[in-house]
């Protein structure tokens, strides 16, 4: 008599066997994915308060610079008002300190109401430099002019703006400080990505001598790499 036939194992029975794997597998690439997204999650929230907290330190290292800067403004209007009770009103000399004094403010009325604007930072740091050039002149320009020297007045007010320069050269050495490290910070890659996606930008620096005094020019914001 013939053998029986065995019968193999049923296509049904690898199905079977089949569809746990499956599942595992699935599940595991699911669980893989999803660790994925939160670990990219969690480092762009990390990234963006990290570049937050170096924004919000460059802003509060600029407040001791606009204090300073509206005192020593806040000495021009004085010294005009002195020096054309000598001069005249139209004096060429005083014409400059009245303009420079109206830029000044205005810009540091509009990087007060920005502090985070490359723009209106980069026009207030222009709008010192001409303050500073222009009080230059004007001190240069005063031993022509001996009834201002004998001012006493006039004199004490140039001797306060002379005076309040090295605590104004330190705080703007300080902010440099500040946005040197904002500024690396949004250069590191792939922190980029970041900075890019919330629309972070460089801000302008101040341009120091090797002695850390500032010369009152801004340098170029540093680009993007």
Same mark, same amino acid.
């Given at each position: 008599?013939?053998?029986?036939?065995?019968?193999?194992?049923?296509?049904?029975?690898?199905?079977?066997?089949?569809?746990?794997?499956?599942?595992?597998?699935?599940?595991?690439?699911?669980?893989?994915?999803?660790?994925?997204?939160?670990?990219?999650?969690?480092?762009?929230?990390?990234?963006?308060?990290?570049?937050?907290?170096?924004?919000?330190?460059?802003?509060?290292?600029?407040?001791?610079?606009?204090?300073?800067?509206?005192?020593?403004?806040?000495?021009?209007?004085?010294?005009?008002?002195?020096?054309?009770?000598?001069?005249?009103?139209?004096?060429?000399?005083?014409?400059? !300190?009245? #303009?420079?004094? %109206?830029?000044?403010?205005?810009?540091? =009325? $509009?990087?007060? /109401? *920005? @502090?985070?604007?490359?723009? +209106?930072?980069?026009?207030?740091?222009?709008?010192?430099?001409?303050?500073?050039?222009?009080?230059?002149?004007?001190?240069?320009?005063?031993?022509?002019?001996?009834? !201002?020297? #004998?001012?006493? %007045?006039?004199?004490?007010?140039?001797? =306060? $703006?002379?005076? /309040? *320069? @090295?605590?104004?050269?330190? +705080?703007?050495?300080?902010?440099?400080?500040?946005?040197?490290?904002?500024?690396?910070?949004?250069?590191?890659?792939?922190?980029?990505?970041?900075?890019?996606?919330?629309?972070?930008?460089?801000?302008?620096?101040?341009?120091?001598?090797?002695?850390?005094?500032? /010369?009152?020019?801004?340098?170029?914001?540093?680009?993007?790499?």
């Amino acid at each position: 008599y013939p053998l029986p036939a065995q019968e193999g194992p049923h296509p049904a029975s690898f199905r079977a066997l089949g569809s746990p794997l499956e599942s595992l597998l699935m599940d595991l690439m699911s669980w893989i994915l999803l660790l994925g997204t939160a670990l990219t999650l969690f480092w762009i929230l990390g990234a963006y308060n990290r570049l937050m907290r170096l924004r919000q330190s460059a802003a509060e290292a600029f407040k001791p610079i606009a204090e300073l800067t509206t005192f020593r403004l806040g000495l021009l209007p004085e010294l005009l008002r002195m020096a054309r009770g000598h001069l005249g009103e139209t004096h060429s000399l005083l014409e400059p !300190l009245a #303009l420079t004094h %109206a830029h000044g403010r205005s810009a540091l =009325q $509009l990087v007060q /109401s *920005q @502090p985070q604007d490359a723009g +209106a930072l980069l026009g207030f740091m222009q709008a010192l430099s001409e303050v500073d050039r222009t009080l230059d002149d004007f001190a240069r320009d005063l031993p022509h002019y001996p009834e !201002l020297q #004998l001012d006493p %007045a006039l004199t004490d007010a140039l001797h =306060q $703006l002379a005076n /309040s *320069q @090295p605590a104004l050269d330190f +705080a703007c050495v300080t902010h440099d400080k500040q946005l040197a490290l904002y500024n690396h910070a949004c250069a590191e890659w792939p922190t980029q990505a970041v900075v890019r996606m919330f629309r972070f930008n460089p801000l302008p620096r101040w341009s120091l001598d090797e002695g850390h005094s500032v /010369s009152w020019a801004a340098t170029d914001m540093p680009p993007m790499v």
